[in-house]
């Protein structure tokens, strides 16, 4: 960083190491030539991010981040933030690059700063999972009660290569050698406090609102790369759900590519836009926090006729030290845990202590499309022993979960499963 | 940094966001289990590269530089510079590793400091495309009016994986189990001055040249992984071109791989080399600049008698905002530009304005060979706010492109097509 | 880095360039569709590695590091260290994440601090090769004369796609959609220096061992995805071994696939778990060292009656300039080597220059297994022009291989082969 403030610099970084044991597991039993359908007990790097930013004299910054473990499970390699940013007044900024789209308030807040371990079924469904993070431009507005981001952005940063490729799985291939034009949306979302009273009790409440061009490609006589369970390069899309995992994070809900069958075919269809919606609301009392979001995507395209996905979640949790949940006012979402006191060996201090329960609900069936519902619980318990350390552990029930009519061998063998795991994450970021 | 100078380390950086809107795209109507010729619009992430470089003792430095962003498009994903250099005098260096060839005025200027949002046809097809960083030993020779630069290098670095290999289809992969020695490569450059009378008044000259041996393997009952179109393990090399675009990089011209057909069977044909030659020069004078180059690739093998491929261009650009390009020594090339006003809010700085307007020719049809032949114009309008931002507008125009004979479909297609495109490019170095 | 060193952070990095001509390479000749059998010449970036490190309030320590050359040869691209380490004292620390197997003492040194260019045969086929970063938990105990660790650590972190996964064929996959849960292993070293009169005169001892248990995953007929040759999905297990080289690091020996054939058929084996054990002896006495160490694993499962693979080295080196072998105390194991004088073009200084050669062998036929066995000399001159740059040179001869009875046709193809190799290596490192 330069004196007068025209040049600053800054690395910053983050490691989550995972693990999952699955101590109910009652699947269905796999038939021929397919793998075993329970799931699988393991450790995983969750996420390891390296990043820089910086800025130039005062109203230009940049960001630029990378997540080397993408890839190793089922989420993709790749670039998270690479933007440019002009920020025109104190409150106002526009980017121009890749960065997550505004779209609800689990999803905007850093997954540094979760609750629980994973985001929840819906909020990784649609907006997560496919990858929000996408190359286009954007505004920012943000003062301390009120925020808003609108953006147009177009298909998300894809994996290095197709092999690498398993989420999104028909919509994020390269886009070029003639697979079509990509695929574009106009998303928003405007958050404020209406109730505040300091930083620690307050009320905020906010919506979001997106539309989707879909891209599918046809093949010149019609035909089309993509079947019920592929990922070729015809594009469209797909959606899919897994119940709140970290290193095991199967789809055992899945719709199957939207776009399906050759052109003009009977029974044939054609995902060519959707629309989502989100409702959050989240009340901070001091050490005590209540979240809940409700999400909604409707499917437009031939072959579709009011076609639409739903999922909502909702969750207590309470700091047993006494700490208050922390507000990011540019992101209008969760920020960073300082404990009161920080963990010390001789015990003069033990860091901050927080658990929290909660429901979640997710339903992928919807007229033609048999993607699925799923219902869960989890429970989670945190420790923060100093501002940089993190460490997690949840459990977590499903319900009930019905994949009956679903044409995809692994996701039918979900079928009235019961499934429960106990997760950990270890968490460092600097 | 240490304060006796014995230790330095710098990080470095550059994001690129291009967009492409193609508003002329007439191309032949594809057939059969093909996907339409036309040329996709779209965003990307053009580059995205974090470096280091540093220095010990004064005389030795080293760099690393990687770049995230390819892989996403058409070029590969990968290790740019990665070398240990050292300064024997103040002018004359070694260095040892993975470093560009020097060859090409084009070529060896930064992409940051190009005067278009692409490097020219002919640069990109002979000497960028197959990957110009190479691995190897260098020395060059640099003061403020003369430089010269020689290498002995080896294949580039190649891909991660197969699946991720799109550029120099047939040359650069994985070199181990069976698939035969490296190929190689001796080349250089030397350029000078002969007329300067300040840093805003000169003429640059140079010539380049150098002879690259290309590994073919067959197996041992005499066949070849590689046919026309494909990318196998077997070796050959070939050259391919696209229009100046930069976010659908489509190879519409392509020589196919230039080892093609079973050992010794009728029709059969293997490169063995290649030899490049480069002739440049470069007028500077105040804020109008010109700047002129030919290349020439002559192909050695079995079953080629004197087939070569050329190409040539030529650009004017003017500083509306009277700055002038500027010179890097070392490198005898562009460098960074230097607003004489940054941008500020208030109107009292504009930054630097400059607009640009060439002419681009490549010629792949030769003896047996029918890669296509394309010629075409562009223009553009660059906006430099300040030092370490530019924003760049470009419209390309192809004027013709021939593609008759070529056995490629994608290739085919192509022919007689009308394309024109509009471009842009955000840059932030760091 | 703050005043109060309570949090501190750095950079690190490694880059090292390797050649490889071979000199005598006397091969069976392939047949049919097979490659040549020949090692291949060459140059490559042996390893380009980054990483960041720091501390939180001076007990939290993490490290990140990635190797970008991973991939581009025979080793998988990745992730190597990634942990969170708490040091509960000054000597005593537990860590959780990627790092390190403990195990051996020349798999225990950096790669920065060999004295060969590669490590011993056995070294990397029972240890290095099968990625030795694992995710896990480990504690260390460290004092100048005496070491130990001990780990629970799962299988190793995954390449990044399928396409790209070239070192432990079989076992490294990602563990998700039915492919079973992962493997893990208790491991653990203990060292130490029962003569030392300082530290250029001492004598280092100590063992390994460990216990590994493999998953192996068959379809629900009971198939198995994997071959004698092949890295399927269904887990398993593979050994090999290379001669030395750094460039073309093809497998000469390999015992394919542990786990083979249908579930319950006649001839089927399945690997559930294997054992290594290793003994190590280090003596340094002023500008003399010698070093030695045996290796062995025993392989158990279905079909398998005491199966074992061995393998031992030593070697001898000598400082002509009067250097002593460094120690570096946490691992047990050799450090950077500091040259008296530095070298300097006016001759005042020449670095530090060290001759070592030594003897290699390794047994990868037992029992019902013909992974083949193979014995080796090697002679190296390493010179130090100071602390940061390494510059060395290696010739390679192989004494014997036998490969006879390899059902795998590139490995038998080895059989009886005259093999050798010179080598070179430029490293730097900060």
């Known amino acids: 960083a330069s004196k007068d403030g025209n040049f600053t610099f800054a690395i910053n970084g983050r490691m989550q190491v995972g693990s999952q044991y699955n101590f109910i597991n009652d699947v269905l039993p796999a038939t021929g030539a397919n793998l075993p359908n329970e799931l699988n007990s393991g450790v995983t790097l969750r996420r390891a991010r390296l990043g820089v930013e910086g800025t130039f004299y005062k109203i230009w910054d940049y960001k630029f981040e990378y997540d080397f473990s993408r890839g190793n499970g089922s989420v993709e390699s790749g670039i998270t933030d690479a933007f440019l940013r002009m920020n025109v007044t104190k409150p106002f900024s526009v980017k121009v690059g890749s960065f997550k789209e505004p779209f609800s308030l689990e999803e905007a807040a850093s997954n540094r700063f979760l609750t629980f371990i994973e985001r929840h079924m819906s909020v990784n469904s649609f907006v997560d999972n496919p990858n929000t993070y996408k190359t286009g431009i954007g505004a920012n507005y943000a003062v301390p009660r009120f925020q808003f981001g609108v953006a147009f952005q177009t298909e998300p940063v894809g994996a290095w290569s197709a092999a690498s490729t398993t989420v999104n799985a028909a919509g994020n291939n390269s886009r070029n050698n003639g697979s079509g034009d990509q695929g574009w949306e106009g998303i928003g979302r405007i958050t404020g406090r209406p109730w505040m009273e300091d930083e620690t009790k307050f009320l905020h409440v906010g919506i979001s609102a997106g539309h989707t061009h879909v891209n ?153 499309v048999r993607g699925g519902k799923m219902d869960m619980v989890r429970f989670g318990l945190n420790w923060y022993p100093h501002t940089h350390v993190k460490i997690q552990n949840n459990i977590t029930y499903v319900l009930n979960v019905d994949t009956s009519g679903s044409p995809i061998p692994r996701t039918a063998g979900f079928n009235n499963a019961d499934l429960s795991s106990f997760l950990t994450q270890v968490q460092v970021d600097f």
Chains 1, 2, 3 share one sequence.
Do not use: C
């Open 216 to 368: 599918t490609q046809y093949l010149a006589n019609g035909t089309i790369n993509v079947g019920p369970n592929q990922t070729g390069g015809g594009g469209g899309m797909a959606f899919f759900a897994f119940p709140g995992t970290n290193v095991d994070r199967t789809n055992v809900l899945n719709t199957g590519n939207l776009s399906i069958g050759n052109k003009g075919a009977p029974g044939s269809r054609r995902i060519d836009s959707y629309d989502r919606f989100g409702a959050e609301s989240w009340l901070v009392h001091g050490p005590f926090s209540a979240q809940a979001e409700y999400l909604r995507t409707n499917i437009n395209g031939q072959g579709y006729d009011g076609e639409h996905f739903t999922g909502y979640y909702g969750f207590l949790s309470y700091f047993l030290t006494g700490e208050s949940k922390a507000y990011h006012v540019r992101n209008g979402a969760a920020n960073r845990i300082k404990p009161k006191q920080n963990f010390q060996w001789n015990g003069s201090g033990w860091g901050a202590w927080e658990i929290a329960g909660g429901y979640d609900y997710i339903n992928l069936n919807s007229g033609v």
